[in-house]
């Protein structure tokens, strides 16, 4: 891959980072009133509860190159060439469409905002945009949303790779997040072993 750009939005850390803190501190009020053993039950629920954020909240990202795109949710990654992408569109994601087999991709992490939010929009924020005849925008599209900025920038590279004859596209693929996964699962059999053994 050529020309990377990630993206990733900073409200997905300012959201982790808030439950970590709200998380910690009552991990830390309930050692401090039932000590350590007795607190111990809080702090591994607390463990898994941070496991499940960092996968929801801060993993999901999505990887522009020149070749094509990789989207990273929560329990997928799905790398997608160019040439093989039929629509980019953004509903309650940014979305591709893979050509061959038809299927919608959403990126996790070009969420678009609430219908209303289009309302919002000076017009001076919509000029160059490819909006139609209508001039019409939906929320989605808002270039102050993720899912707008995300497919401002999925369709601009879709373009210069239909123009340009000397870049060959990503192949399909999709991998299943399995470290997150076992991690997560793990973390939640540990939590259940000392509720149990505490109660």
Request: net charge positive; glycine share 8%.
């Amino acid at each position: 891959m050529s020309n990377i750009e990630s993206f990733r939005p900073r409200s997905g850390y300012l959201l982790a980072f808030t439950a970590y803190f709200a998380i910690s501190a009552f991990a830390y009020v309930n050692i401090l009133d039932y000590g350590f053993r007795g607190g111990l039950p809080s702090l591994a629920w607390g463990l898994w509860l941070c496991a499940l954020l960092y996968l929801i909240f801060i993993h999901p990202k999505v990887i522009f190159s020149d070749e094509g795109l990789v989207i990273v949710n929560p329990l997928k990654t799905i790398t997608i060439g160019w040439h093989e992408i039929s629509e980019i569109d953004a509903r309650f994601t940014m979305y591709v469409t893979h050509l061959p087999t038809g299927v919608k991709v959403h990126a996790f992490a070009a969420q678009a905002p609430g219908r209303y939010h289009s309302r919002n929009i000076h017009p001076n924020e919509i000029k160059g945009l490819r909006i139609g005849d209508s001039g019409m925008i939906r929320a989605g599209e808002s270039p102050r949303s993720n899912s707008g900025a995300a497919t401002a920038i999925a369709r601009a590279r879709h373009e210069n790779f239909s123009k340009s004859e000397n870049l060959i596209g990503l192949r399909f693929e999709t991998e299943f997040n399995r470290l997150g996964v076992l991690i997560s699962t793990a973390i939640f059999a540990l939590a259940l072993a000392i509720q149990l053994f505490h109660s």
